[in-house]
């Protein structure tokens, strides 16, 4: 049985926050943040960006103390226009319009229903500070280190790693994990209804070139320079016919261009504590025809391969859009219109982050 760290006021806060003026937080959601309160230590120095989700009258209540940007439908379609069709509602996939807002070089997101974990001392865990940690070291994608990250204290490149390669590669995602209630998908769930991860590992890997995983965004930090117009959380959620596969979605979309442009995406730690269990079968309803597609779009993404030529994030995009209009358009039309809405989540990235400037986009209500 593992516990939150209920008690986090006690927590000796940072004087110098790392990357304060260079990260925000994206939070979407649909209900009052009271949980920022046990997040206050390791949040209140940071930016917030909140995308709220489903009805747009609603008030979303933020603790005192937080700097913040709130976001709603309306905000988006007003910002957005025709392109606003590219972000998905009822469904936390609308959280990537925080993405495309942002102007700092980092992002870090985080589910609303994710609490402050404890490491096996006992120990709140700051998950933050250590997905920056992971974020600001190299990534090692084309040869395994078996004492996994070498960059972290205590660990160094094993006998037979080439020396060549110990330089590394920038670090473009970090990809965090959960205690007690495990990501798991809806059969899995329904089988296993009572399980809870307890297991602390202690260690952080980059997966390696040619590898894909099955990204989870409740937990999750990226450099958004490097890799964030491809931070595009699909087509989820009203008026669709599948859910819960967005993150994984951006994650395939991502890691194969990681692959190809030589970024690194590594995985493990930090914890959070993962408080609710989602209902099954809700879960079932939205991931019943992915699990179906999901044995035809892996081995796509597996195969898929990026031309020379493209040499920028969007580039690649593009070019993979191209292919999941091809192929993936076989299998379902959904495919043909989610390769259309990555193409016009493209094109309203560059509207609202034109290179070489600092776009500035109106706030939100906050």
């Known amino acids: 049985m593992v516990e939150p760290a209920t008690d986090t006021k006690s927590v000796v806060k940072n004087p110098n926050p790392l990357l304060k003026d260079e990260l925000d937080i994206v939070i979407p959601t649909i209900r009052n943040l009271d949980f920022l309160e046990m997040w206050r230590p390791f949040f209140e120095p940071y930016h917030l960006i909140i995308v709220q989700d489903g009805d747009p009258s609603k008030t ?6 937080f700097d913040y940007e709130l976001y709603n439908r309306n905000d988006i379609n007003r910002i957005l226009g025709p392109k606003a069709s590219c972000i998905s509602f009822k469904d936390s996939a609308c959280r990537c319009f925080g993405y495309m807002v942002s102007k700092k070089k980092y992002i870090f997101t985080i ?8 490491d096996p001392s006992g120990k709140p865990i700051n998950a933050l500070e250590q997905h920056i940690k992971n974020i600001l070291s190299p990534s090692t994608p084309f040869f ?32 965090g994990l959960w205690l007690n209630i495990p990501d798991y998908d809806a059969p899995t769930q329904l089988v296993k209804p009572l399980e809870r991860n307890t297991r602390y590992v202690d260690a952080v890997l980059t ?18 320079d490097l890799i964030g117009p491809a931070m595009y959380f699909g087509l ?5 016919p599948i859910g819960r596969y967005d993150d994984m979605w951006a994650g395939w979309c991502t890691k ?34 992915g ?11 597996q195969s898929a391969a990026l031309p020379k030529e493209c040499t920028t994030v969007q580039q690649c995009y593009i070019e993979l859009s191209k292919q999941v209009k091809e192929k993936l358009g076989k299998v379902d039309p959904y495919f043909d219109k989610l390769a259309d809405a990555m193409v016009t989540w493209i094109e309203a990235w560059d509207e609202l982050n034109p290179a070489g400037a600092s776009a500035k986009v109106a706030n939100g209500k906050a």
């Open 60 to 65: 979303i209540k933020v603790p005192q103390g």
């Open 144 to 175: 395994f280190n078996t004492l996994y990250d070498p960059f972290r204290d205590g660990a160094d490149f094993v006998r037979g790693y080439p020396f060549s390669l110990r330089e590394g590669v920038l670090t473009a995602v970090s990809h």
């Open 236 to 240: 989820m959620g009203d008026g669709q």
């Open 111 to 118: 589910d609303d229903d994710c609490f402050v974990a404890k």
């Open 207 to 224: 997966i390696p070139k040619g590898t894909l995983f099955p990204m989870c965004g409740m937990n999750l930090c990226f450099d958004r």
């Open 291 to 301: 699990i179906f597609w999901q044995e035809e779009i892996i081995p796509f993404f």
């Open 256 to 289: 194969v261009i990681c692959d190809h442009l030589g970024l690194g995406v590594k995985t493990g730690l930090p914890y959070i504590y993962h408080s609710k269990a989602s209902n099954p079968f809700v879960n079932l309803k939205k991931e019943y025809k």
